[in-house]
Every structure is written in structure tokens, then in C-alpha cells.
């Protein structure tokens, strides 16, 4: 059954949520004693800044039957999020994680606590076709990739049926070495999931590792060989470089940034300008520059999502 076109979808992702404790003291992470607890989650990162800038997103997951997965619910309700395939799993718990705070641009210290949770479990059985072909546009993350081996096959089933339905995909590599068995696999598995996209978003140095070469023309040339319309890719504090399947390219300057606090959801930021600008019909430049922006305001904040703009704060981007 289809649904409805007033419950159609702007944009649906999946992967992990998790509750996140971040200490309340600059420091050790062994030796902080109080910590604020937040929802993390590359995937419900992008879901959130696409909420908050207006549209409709759908998140699928698997969650435990415990206090962290009420909590991540209430997060997804207060941000507006479609949780209407979020499924409770009575024998999995929802993953947590600890992490250091960091108020001088340092990467922080996270802790992981997610080895046999629910949102491992995920798998092509959670992909339910009405609910994913309501939305326009699937984003997928390395790192729901990375979670299992039924993970992963959820991202090839949905890639390839959403590929076939004409949707558009977006893909961010965020990489996570330490979740894969090898890097061999890890660079195999990214580079296949990579070719459904029409939009590959990697780092410079994810890139580098992906595909053995340094300069982003030829990172990209590697992605626009397989198909790909359009490879973005993050350089750090000079912004963004890009080049489309037409032969355009170019480099999109950085938004300057008084102060670096917690670089922990960046990447994560800068998908959420991409996605929503291309979604609204923007030029690949002013997308860039979109994402260059929340990017900038994810890394002012201590949290993963704290800094992701609404549409009034975001300002003329």
C-alpha cells in the first residue's frame, strides 16, 4: 500500500543512534565525573539538519526496548523526524557511547559502547519499499556500512532499488576503520555502495584512502569513471572542491570560523547543505557554499547536531 502523498518523504537515511554522554569537564575522559547525555549518529545527524531546515525526513533504525531507545524516539519526535520504521528490538540494546569534551578544536575521545546492538541487526528486512519510494532522495553513510555484513546488504538493497525507482542518492564514505575487518574490504565494500550515488561527498583524505590518489581532480575523475554526476570533496579550511560528469570544477572557499570548538560533525553538516540545496533546486556552487556554512556552525558547538542550523538562523545560504 502506497503512502499517502501528504506522509511523502523529502529525503529517508538509515544507520545508528546511539546515547551519547559528554563529559561536562575539559580533560581525561577517565577522570570526568559529570556528563550531559545527547543522541549521536552520523545518519540522524543528516536527518536533523534536514528537519530542521524544513524537510521531511525519514529515519530507519532498529532500537532496543530500554531508556536509550525511548530517549533517541523523543529526540527524533522533537525534531520532527518520520520514525514510522523505527523498530524495537526486545533482545538488542540501543549502543552508547562516552565522550571527552574539547573546547580547543582537538578531536575529542569517544568511547564506544555498540558491539551487539539493535541497529546491527539491520538488515534488507527493514527496507520496506512504499515507505523508502515516498522520498525523493536516499542518503546512505559508510558507517551504517560498516555496523554488520546484514548492515551493509541493507545498503546495497536500497541503493540499487532506489537507483531503479529514479531517486537521486547521496553518499558520504565516513570512513570508520575500526568497525571493518580489513581495509582491503572496508575501500571494496564504499567504492560499490559509491557508484549507485549521484552526489559522492568524501573528505580529502578519506578520498585518498578510497581511491590511492592525493589531488581531488583525480579522487573525483576515480567516482565520475563509475557513473557518479558529481563528486564534492571536503578540503578542510580551504572549503570544498568539486567537479561534475559535464567537466565543471572548481574550489568553493571556506566559511571563516571565530572559533573551533568540537569538529565532531562537520562532515555531517556540510551533507546536510549539499542535500538540502541540490533538493531545492540550487547550482552545485551555492550548495557548496550551503554546506561550507553548517559545516562551519556544526564545529562551533559541543555536540554532534547542537550547532545545525533552523532556516532562520542559516541566514542568505
Avoid at 19 to 44: C, I, P, Q, Y
Avoid at 91 to 105: A, E, M
Avoid at 120 to 147: K, Q, T
Avoid at 240 to 248: P, S
Amino acid at each position: 500500500m502506497t503512502m499517502p502523498a501528504s506522509d511523502a518523504l523529502d529525503v529517508v537515511t538509515f544507520g545508528e543512534a546511539m546515547a551519547m554522554f559528554v563529559a561536562s569537564e575539559t580533560g581525561d575522559l577517565a577522570a570526568a565525573e559529570h556528563f550531559t547525555k545527547r543522541a549521536a549518529g552520523a545518519e540522524l545527524n543528516v536527518a536533523i539538519g534536514l528537519a530542521r531546515l524544513g524537510l521531511k525526513v525519514g529515519w530507519v533504525s532498529r532500537l532496543g526496548d530500554d531508556a536509550f531507545g525511548r530517549f533517541i524516539c523523543q529526540q527524533l519526535d522533537r525534531e520532527g523526524i518520520n520514525r514510522q520504521q523505527v523498530s524495537v528490538d526486545n533482545t538488542r540494546p540501543t549502543g552508547f557511547q562516552l565522550k571527552s569534551k574539547v573546547d580547543d578544536g582537538s578531536d575529542p575521545q569517544v568511547d564506544y559502547f555498540r558491539k551487539g546492538s539493535a541497529a546491527g541487526a539491520l538488515s534488507p528486512a527493514d527496507f520496506n519499499h512504499d515507505y523508502f519510494s515516498s522520498a525523493r532522495h536516499l542518503h546512505l553513510s559508510g558507517v551504517a556500512a560498516a555496523l554488520t555484513d546484514s548492515s551493509l546488504e541493507l545498503c546495497h538493497h536500497a541503493a540499487r532499488k532506489m537507483k531503479s525507482a529514479g531517486k537521486t542518492i547521496s553518499f558520504d564514505p565516513n570512513l570508520r576503520p575500526v568497525l571493518w575487518s580489513g581495509k582491503q574490504r572496508m575501500v571494496e565494500q564504499l567504492n560499490r555502495l559509491a557508484q549507485y550515488a549521484n552526489w559522492v561527498l568524501p573528505g580529502i583524505a578519506e578520498g585518498e584512502v578510497l581511491t590511492g590518489y592525493r589531488q581531488p581532480e583525480s579522487i573525483a575523475d576515480f567516482y565520475l569513471d563509475m557513473g557518479v554526476s558529481t563528486v564534492v570533496i571536503k578540503t578542510g579550511s580551504n572549503g570544498a572542491w568539486y567537479k561534475t560528469a559535464k567537466g565543471d570544477s572548481g574550489q568553493v572557499a571556506a566559511v571563516s570560523t571565530p572559533k573551533v570548538v568540537d569538529t565532531v560533525g562537520a562532515g555531517d553538516g556540510f551533507a546536510v547543505g549539499i542535500i538540502s540545496a541540490l533538493l531545492e533546486g540550487k547550482s552545485l556552487q551555492q550548495a557548496i557554499r550551503r554546506g561550507n556554512k553548517i559545516g562551519s556552525l556544526a564545529i562551533q558547538a559541543i555536540g554532534d547536531s547542537e550547532g545545525l542550523p533552523t532556516r532562520a538562523t542559516l541566514g542568505d545560504y
